[in-house]
């Protein structure tokens, strides 16, 4: 309910508008992108909080340290350690088995910069445990921000990011410059 309160009223006063698709009503994996700024996680929980999305989402284990861990976890964070990551997709697995609605947001473009191509995580996961993809978005160009289509991925990588890359192509996150060209590494070395 406070969440709900809070998300209202950041709307009322956002230069950001959101312009989104139904919150899906099954667990999914909600892509971020494009991920260029740490107010993209700003956005991220004002639009879970607005449309009432159970939200988990991955950052790397020392985020969870000292006094930010416990604020992390009530945030929706599942420490992730980047020596095993098989072990979140076990864990993911088991909550969707259980029942759990939610929406696990991941950031396939990485830490805001500096990367030729997405990380293949968010695939992976979502083939293992079944779960569609929601194509989440930040677009300056517009102000917009929200929840685009959710697919179902096919298993054909290429057919199924070509799918994401058109939704994605004129998106523009916070920073532009800083914006990675969704393609997997797969689809780099198919090249």
Request: aromatic share 8%; no cysteine; charged share 25%.
């Amino acid at each position: 309910m406070i969440r709900r309160l809070i998300a209202r009223v950041f709307w009322a006063f956002s230069r950001w508008t959101l312009t989104t698709e139904p919150a899906p009503t099954r667990p999914t994996v909600l892509i971020g992108a494009p991920h260029t700024s740490n107010w993209d996680f700003v956005l991220m929980l004002a639009i879970a909080w607005r449309l009432g999305i159970d939200v988990r989402w991955m950052g790397k284990n020392t985020l969870f340290t000292g006094w930010r861990g416990p604020i992390m976890r009530a945030l929706g964070g599942i420490a992730v350690d980047r020596n095993d990551p098989g072990r979140v997709v076990g864990d993911v697995v088991e909550q969707v088995r259980a029942g759990d609605v939610f929406g696990l947001v991941i950031t396939p473009d990485g830490t805001r910069k500096g990367h030729s191509h997405w990380k293949s995580g968010f695939y992976r996961i979502a083939r293992e445990t079944g779960m569609p993809v929601t194509l989440g978005y930040v677009d300056r160009t517009t102000m917009t921000t929200g929840l685009g289509p959710t697919i179902e991925l096919t298993g054909d990588v290429a057919a199924d990011m070509d799918r994401i890359r058109a939704f994605y192509a004129d998106k523009a996150g916070l920073r532009p410059d800083h914006r990675v060209e969704p393609r997997l590494r797969e689809e780099l070395s198919a090249a």
